[in-house]
Structures are given as structure tokens and as C-alpha cells.
């Protein structure tokens, strides 16, 4: 009997549940998508916003290196705006067409014997678009994304009296513990983490969600064929 026991414990898998990002990962960056977007969220910030183009580049850099996404620091500096709106402006006009078919991936994926989940900061429909375009609409249990952590922005609403001015901040060497928050819930935010996984039912002990860290080129597509395979 405690040698059946123990056969049952090697025999349990370590892990039953894979979380996925999306963008740059299940397909690679040389499909340009990334670019696009930047392109785009920068227009928008422009041409939405009203923020004067010289800032654009310096502004973008720190919201996304202090918030996660540029739209979560937007957000938490002061500008109000309507999500749906945004992600229509960023995601709307990307070239989906250079998402090519990938019938290797989709063979590795579905037979994988274990959970497999989307966890996407972007939204549901850009996600759904990029998986059909890649032929993998069928190999995922479901998709986290945005939507499914942030409740819908309540419009029509005011600016923030004064938004936040994050570049003087750090210029005056501010820190990042006197930032203002976000109301938008994302990654890598550890409370977006949490709420992936409660949301889908997952045992953080037992899933897998490799970090960009942990890649030898960040978010590489390459890379995550090769650990899928290992």
C-alpha cells in the first residue's frame, strides 16, 4: 500500500494549469504588431489626449515602466477616457494580417494534456482576432484579459484638475512609492496575478506563467516554442 502511495506521488504531474501571454509570445515580433501598437497608443495620446508630441516618447517610456501598460498610467496620472474607445483606436487599425497560421504551434498545443489559458493585458477582441489569425482559437480553455479584471470606465467624466506630472517628478527625483495609483488592473501587478488565477480557478502552486525574465530574449516566440517542447 505505501509503495502504491508513493508510485501515485511520482506519477502526479507538477504542474496542471499553463497561462499564456499573447502579443509577441504566440506569435513573434517580426510580424510588426508591436510596433503598430506603439505607433498607435502614441497617435492616440496625441490626437485623444491633447499631449504635446514632444513628450510623447519620454511620457510613454515611464507610465509603461512604472505602471505596466501605458493606458494603466495614463489612467492613474489623471486622464480619463473611454477603454473601449482606446482599444479601438490601438487595436482597430493594427495590420492582422501579418499574423500568420502556425500549424506547429497548434499541434504542440493540442497535445498538451494539461489547462491552458490566455492571460492578456489587451482586449477581448484583439485577442480573439490574433488567436484566429494564428489558427489557435481551439486550443485555449478560455482568455483572460482585459475586461475580464477591469469593470467598464464610467463616462462621460472630468479630467483630473491637474494631471499628475510624472517627468517632473523623477526629474525632482521623486520615488516611485509616491506615485499615484492606478485604477486599472494589469500586468505585471501582482494583484492582477491573483485575480488570473482565482478567476480561472488555479492553483498558483501548480501553474505556470513564465515570466519575459526567464527567456533569453524577452517575450521571444522562439523561445516559447522551444519550452513547450522541452
Keep these: 500500500m505505501e509503495y502504491e502511495e508513493r508510485c501515485l506521488m511520482v506519477q502526479e504531474p507538477k504542474f496542471d494549469c ?3 501571454d499573447l502579443d509577441d509570445t504566440l506569435y513573434p515580433m517580426s510580424s510588426g504588431i508591436s510596433s503598430h501598437v506603439k505607433t498607435n497608443i502614441e497617435d492616440y495620446m496625441v490626437e485623444k489626449l491633447g499631449i504635446e508630441e514632444s513628450k510623447i516618447e519620454n511620457l510613454g517610456n515611464l ?3 512604472n505602471y505596466g501598460t501605458t493606458m494603466a498610467g495614463l489612467r492613474a ?3 480619463n477616457f473611454d477603454y473601449d474607445e482606446y482599444h479601438s483606436f490601438v487595436h482597430g487599425r493594427l495590420p492582422y494580417d501579418n499574423i500568420k497560421p502556425d500549424p506547429v504551434l497548434k499541434h504542440i498545443l493540442k497535445n498538451m494534456r494539461i489547462r491552458k489559458l490566455i492571460f492578456t493585458n489587451g482586449d477581448m477582441v484583439h485577442a480573439v ?3 484566429k489569425r494564428l489558427g489557435l482559437e481551439d486550443c485555449f480553455e478560455g482568455i483572460i484579459c482585459f475586461e475580464t479584471l477591469n469593470p ?3 463616462l462621460p467624466g472630468d479630467q483630473a484638475l491637474e494631471i499628475f506630472d510624472i517627468a517632473g517628478h523623477f526629474a525632482g527625483s521623486g520615488s516611485t512609492d509616491e506615485l499615484p495609483r492606478t485604477p486599472v488592473l494589469c500586468k505585471p501587478n501582482v494583484d492582477a496575478m491573483e485575480a488570473a488565477l482565482r478567476i480561472a480557478n488555479v492553483n498558483p502552486y501548480k501553474a505556470v506563467c513564465p515570466p519575459d525574465s526567464l527567456m533569453p530574449d ?8 522551444r519550452l513547450l517542447v522541452l
Design 152 to 154: 467598464p470606465c464610467l
Design 18 to 20: 499553463l497561462l499564456f
Design 129 to 131: 482576432r490574433a488567436l
Design 77 to 79: 496620472i489623471g486622464y
Design 63 to 65: 507610465l509603461y515602466k
Design 218 to 225: 524577452a517575450r521571444s516566440y522562439n523561445n516559447i516554442h
